[in-house]
């Protein structure tokens, strides 16, 4: 049962680093053009975060 919960609380992590990820995206998108924020933008940058994370744990070397 503690493997079952250890292994939710890491999917909950990551779902927390890719929306770190994707807040530090949509700041630093919002601060070139502030006329882009919006939930397209939003959604856009947390799948570039998800993307992000993706990566990094299926890492080639």
Known sequence: ?????FEVLLRLLKVAAAALIALFIYSVATAIDPT?????LGV???AAGAGVILL?????L
């Open 36 to 40: 882009a924020a919006g939930a397209t």
């Open 44 to 46: 856009a940058s947390f």
């Open 1 to 5: 049962m503690s493997e079952l919960i």
């Open 56 to 60: 990094l744990e299926s890492s080639p």
